[in-house]
């Protein structure tokens, strides 16, 4: 099982960026979640998404500037980040679960992880 997460890079304050995130040797069976974590703090929630795509749901740090969607057809689950601020950056990591629903933003409940990929907002 493999997840790779491309996107990110260097982006100025109010600015977009888009992430994603190819999973291979997996189902589409898993929730997807998107986590991040900030130099020197720990691993926060940050999205997820539901096996159909059709629920998601979003740390309050980021509703209504970050929107979490899937592609089963290509293994994929994205993440669209406007409005960025300086305290988005951090490494953005996707990760895989199987579990119920409830769980989605606890991350020591994920079964998969990728690497992280760096998202940096200048101020």
């Known amino acids: 099982v493999q997840l790779q997460a491309s996107g990110g890079g260097l982006v100025q304050a109010g600015g977009s960026s888009n992430l994603s995130c190819t999973a291979s040797?997996?189902?589409?069976?898993?929730?997807m979640g998107w986590f991040r974590q900030a130099p020197g703090k720990e691993r926060k929630f940050v999205a997820g998404i539901d096996r159909s795509g059709g629920v998601r749901y979003y740390a309050d740090s980021v509703t209504g500037r970050f929107t979490i969607s899937r592609d089963n057809t290509k293994n994929t689950v994205y993440l669209q980040m406007s409005s960025l601020k300086p305290e988005d950056t951090a490494l953005y990591y996707c990760?895989?679960?199987?579990?119920?629903?409830?769980?989605?933003?606890?991350?020591?409940?994920?079964?998969?992880w990728g690497r992280g990929t760096l998202v940096t907002v200048s101020s």
């Open positions: 040797g997996l189902s589409n069976n898993y929730i």
């Open positions: 990760a895989a679960l199987d579990n119920v629903w409830r769980w989605v933003r606890v991350l020591s409940k994920y079964d998969y």
